[in-house]
């Protein structure tokens, strides 16, 4: 699985169109959200840096809400932007997040457990679940 990372406004109308996850490194404006949705038509998850988050918006909560978008927190921990446009998440992780929930361990350990592993935020382990699991 891998995570888009955008890290400024101009590069946002240079992104593929199937992108299904971004992790936005710069604090978006509501432009730059609309932006991103426009050229990204089938996004599932924005993803932004803690300290960006509280800058996000009621009206574009709402809106990425109302899309079926989910706003995630989170970082991409040790990701070095001019060597890979991409963060992935290895196939290891998301191996072990299958095998832990079909040994029926709950979700809410799933999340704890492999997000201390991983350095993957909670969130992002519970949209790996839900869509790995579903398929």
Not at 23 to 31: E, G, L, T
Not at 33 to 60: H, N, R
Request: aromatic share 6%.
């Amino acid at each position: 699985m891998r995570i888009r990372v955008v890290s400024s406004r101009e590069e946002i109308f240079t992104l593929n169109p199937n992108e299904r996850i971004v992790h936005m490194a710069f604090r978006p404006s509501n432009k730059d959200v609309f932006g991103l949705i426009e050229t990204c038509p089938k996004i599932e998850v924005i993803q932004l840096p803690k300290s960006y988050m509280a800058t996000v918006s009621g009206s574009i909560k709402m809106f990425l809400q109302m899309q079926r978008i989910q706003l995630l927190e989170g970082d991409v921990w040790g990701h070095r932007k001019d060597i890979n446009e991409y963060y992935t998440i290895s196939s290891s992780v998301i191996e072990k997040i299958k095998e832990m929930k079909n040994e029926g361990i709950t979700g809410e350990e799933i999340e704890k457990k492999v997000s201390r592993e991983s350095k993957l935020n909670p969130a992002m382990v519970g949209y790996i679940l839900a869509k790995e699991t579903t398929v």
